[in-house]
T-cell receptor
Framework: DAGVIQSPRHEVTEMGQEVTLRCKPISGHNSLFWYRQTMMRGLELLIYFNNNVPIDDSGMPEDRFSAKMPNASFSTLKIQPSEPRDSAVYFCASSRRTINQPQHFGDGTRLSIL | GNSVTQMEGPVTLSEEAFLTINCTYT??????LFWYVQYPGEGLQLLLK?????DKGSNKGFEATYRKETTSFHLEKGSVQVSDSAVYFCALAQGGSEKLVFGKGTKLTVNP
């Protein structure tokens, strides 16, 4: 079975540009999570969806960040405009919406904002 | 609020040494507890879990026991290998919630 697929794997762009990160969850999983990982702050949950509906976006740092899940097999995380402090590794994870089911992580997108 | 505290790394061991990575938590009620592992350049993978007090999770020679009295879930392995070099994360999920709260991670390096 294919795992969680994220694209791109690496993104380097200049500050002020729009950045779009993409995620395809595992088929049959109905929960999707976006995380950000940095050395300073560790792993932070940004937002998560159940059945394509955003449930908790309290971790989204500010209005420059937005996330969508138009269908069960695709989600995007957008940063507009991007800033150097947004540089991090962004992970997408998915799970079945059942208590104690593990989250399955993608390999991440390493984002560098110059 | 809920939180997880892990021992700070990095931890460096020789092959076949005994490993302990400490993890304690703060939570209301009865959370489920997890250990995830992250190999270089990859996402996190579930290593083991325990869902109630006194449960022992185990996988690939790693073990951790859910200790409610000490609010701990320490990770142990009797004999580490070079291939165990990775970052290990302790995490909890509050009862009924899908949200995971992660510790900051502990980097383990095993030398031959």
């Amino acid at each position: 079975d294919a795992g969680v697929i994220q694209s791109p794997r690496h993104e380097v762009t200049e500050m002020g540009q729009e950045v779009t990160l993409r995620c395809k969850p595992i088929s049959g999983h109905n929960s999707l999570f976006w995380y950000r990982q940095t050395m300073m702050r560790g792993l932070e949950l940004l937002i998560y969806f159940n059945n394509n509906v955003p449930i908790d976006d309290s971790g989204m740092p500010e209005d420059r960040f937005s996330a969508k899940m138009p269908n069960a097999s695709f989600s995007t995380l957008k940063i507009q405009p991007s800033e150097p402090r947004d540089s991090a590794v962004y992970f997408c994870a998915s799970s079945r919406r059942t208590i104690n089911q593990p989250q399955h992580f993608g390999d991440g997108t390493r984002l560098s904002i110059l | 609020g809920n939180s997880v505290t892990q021992m700070e790394g990095p931890v460096t061991l020789s092959e076949e040494a005994f490993l302990t990575i400490n993890c304690t938590y703060t939570a209301t009620g009865y959370p489920s507890l997890f250990w995830y592992v992250q190999y270089p350049g990859e996402g996190l993978q579930l290593l083991l879990k325990a869902t109630k007090a006194d449960d022992k999770g185990s996988n690939k020679g790693f073990e951790a026991t859910y200790r409610k009295e000490t609010t701990s879930f320490h990770l142990e392995k009797g004999s580490v290998q070079v291939s165990d070099s990775a970052v290990y994360f302790c995490a909890l999920a509050q009862g009924g919630s899908e949200k995971l709260v992660f510790g900051k991670g502990t980097k383990l390096t095993v030398n031959p």
